[in-house]
């Protein structure tokens, strides 16, 4: 079959000849020609069409859009479902294995047409998608199983697209955090869950790996609806292997601002046994409980940073206190004091030339860093560094890390005197 042509598959030929009659002025085909059922897949194993409209009354099965994508070479031969009448599960269904798009035998000729062209446009854009991910492939950005954005790579990858959305005042943008877990205490099978979870949402959305065998989802001009119908649909082709949990809300500020807050609510969600929610108000329960943004509708949540800060501080700034309350009169003559602002929260202690020094900071909100220095005059500084998900970070876990650093800047001061003494 040449290219530029269109097979219509049908097991009723008078309805495949109405299909022609509708599409008789799309003058770029070259052929049209008309298939049953039984014959369709040895025509395909065998030829490659520009396009495929596939015809399905109640009588026939929407299981042949399975097979026909089953097909390594046709895997991306854009498919036009056509119904007598909405089935939503049958469409659904269609939609779930591989078609591009459909139309109703009732629709006017130039909506068909209409239909037919836009299709055909998209196909030489999925192309183009192809080949640009074939190159991320390579780099090893995108897994070459899946196409799933790999996990080390994802908050890069969605960053830009974040900003993408925010500079182009995207509405209806949702990011969503998609969380499997195991029924029964099965293992969970994540290339299955993962084929499902990449097959479901459009062409044009974007899936990426995320923290906990979760999946991170960008789907556009999708709103809640959308969002939810999404969810809806993985959770259902999942129904025998996993449960599905997922949140969402729309995209108008940074990832790094936007996903420890869904990440953190997931474990609520989970324990409330909700299958899906939507953040008007977005709540970050991390670490206080107490950080909320409000999203007043269009606010772009500029004052994420603030109230982050004023949450943090809660944690932070008892532990600074306490620490050098107690530890100021049993190290004698050295100073204490500590300093915190909306980057970086410092606690230092020196006695002469010898100081040591802790210092935390939160630079993308999903990690924090903490840098411990030694340092003494003619020696090199020691220096180390840990690194905490927020969930990990805690006030006693920072006051068992400020001890030590207290403990070893003790044992210099003796090792000093020792010096002086001999």
Known sequence: MKNNSILIISNNTEVGKQITDKIKLLRECDTIRIVSYIEAISVLNSTQPSII??????????????????????????????????????????????????????????????????????????????????????????????GIYVKDKAPLALRNFFSKSIEENLENTIFMYLRPTSLNKKRLNMNKISAVVKSIPRGNDIVAQGKSSGFYLILYNAGIQGAKSVAERIKKALANECKIYANAAEITSSFEEMEPILYQSMKEQISKDEDFNFHYDLTNSAMTGHIVVKDERGKKYKDFKKEFYAGFEKIVAPVFYQVQTTYAEKIKDAQIKYDMTENESVFKISKGDIVSELSITYPTYIKVIIDIKHSEENSHPVIRRLTYDFEEFSEE??????????????????????????
Not at 86 to 112: H, K, Q, R
Not at 118 to 138: A, C, M, R
Not at 400 to 415: A, G, P, T
């Open 53 to 146: 409209i596939l015809y399905c009354s109640k009588s026939d099965s929407a299981g042949i859009v399975k097979e026909i994508r089953a097909i390594n070479a046709l895997d991306k031969v854009p498919i036009i479902f056509v119904m007598d009448n909405l089935v939503e599960d049958i469409l659904f269904f269609a939609f779930d294995n591989g078609i591009d798009d459909f139309f109703f035998l009732t629709d006017p000729d130039s909506l068909v047409l209409m239909r037919i062209f836009l299709t055909l446009q998209k196909s030489v854009l999925y192309k183009q998608i192809d080949i640009n991910n074939q190159i991320l492939i390579s780099a090893n950005i995108l897994d070459k199983q899946t």
């Open 397 to 422: 876990k920072l006051s068992s890390i400020l001890v030590d650093v207290i403990n070893e800047f003790s044992q210099r001061i003796s090792l000093e005197v020792i010096k002086q003494t001999n």
